[in-house]
T-cell receptor, first 111, second 113 residues
Framework: NAGVTQTPKFRVLKTGQSMTLLCAQDMNHEYMYWYRQDPGMGLRLIHYSVGEGTTAKGEVPDGYNVSRLKKQNFLLGLESAAPSQTSVYFC??????????FGDGTRLSIL | DQQVKQNSPSLSVQEGRISILNCDYTNSMFDYFLWYKKYPAEGPTFLISISSIKDKNEDGRFTVFLNKSAKHLSLHIVPSQPGDSAVYFCAARSGGSNYKLTFGKGTLLTVNP
């Protein structure tokens, strides 16, 4: 049972490039979340989804887009990467009010 | 404004002693609280939670206490073990159907052998 899998684990981008981070869960969870973690900042919610085909903005959504075309996948896109988006990105999933399960993160550096 | 605060960035304790990690919150709408543990290069893992209708929840060596009037919760680890060394995040959730979490900045716990 893989749980929550994030792809890729590491990536270096140049300013202005675009990329998509993939989150896949095999637990049939309805809810999925994208967070970013910066030094000394804790985890901040970027976007989330309460079910297939739905997305909503979190605390820090600017510069990101998301899609949830399939229940098991939640994609986070950066259309034009900026150095301020250098961070560690975590995806999480849950069944309703149960605790969220996290992936191991994607470390993204933007030069 | 920071709604969940962990004012101690780090804590160091001796193996076998008690570790007490603290968390304060400002939003009175929060009704469910969780503690997550995070090792380097891994994602956070759920540790223990407490509903606002309770003041204590215990799971093995881990106990969480909630003081609603003070808007304060704490995580007690007894006895502390070197494997407990990690960053501990406090998180809170308000009512609603999206189950969003608000996290504190974390406390790095080091348990010395």
């Amino acid at each position: 049972n893989a749980g929550v899998t994030q792809t890729p684990k590491f990536r270096v981008l140049k300013t202005g490039q675009s990329m998509t981070l993939l989150c896949a869960q095999d637990m049939n969870h309805e809810y999925m979340y994208w967070y970013r973690q910066d030094p000394g900042m804790g985890l901040r919610l970027i976007h989330y989804s309460v079910g297939e085909g739905t997305t909503a903005k979190g605390e820090v959504p600017d510069g990101y887009n998301v899609s949830r075309l399939k229940k098991q996948n939640f994609l986070l896109g950066l259309e034009s990467a900026a150095p301020s988006q250098t961070s560690v990105y975590f995806c999480a999933s849950s069944i309703g009010g149960q605790p969220q399960h996290f992936g191991d993160g994607t470390r993204l550096s933007i030069l | 404004d920071q709604q969940v605060k962990q004012n101690s960035p780090s804590l160091s304790v001796q193996e076998g002693r008690i570790s007490i990690l603290n968390c304060d919150y400002t939003n009175s709408m929060f009704d469910y609280f969780l503690w997550y543990k995070k090792y380097p290069a891994e994602g956070p893992t759920f540790l223990i939670s407490i509903s606002s209708i309770k003041d204590k929840n215990e799971d093995g060596r881990f106990t969480v206490f909630l003081n609603k009037s003070a808007k304060h919760l704490s995580l007690h680890i007894v006895p502390s073990q070197p494997g407990d060394s990690a960053v501990y995040f406090c998180a809170a959730r308000s009512g609603g159907s999206n189950y969003k979490l608000t996290f504190g900045k974390g406390t790095l716990l080091t348990v010395n052998p």
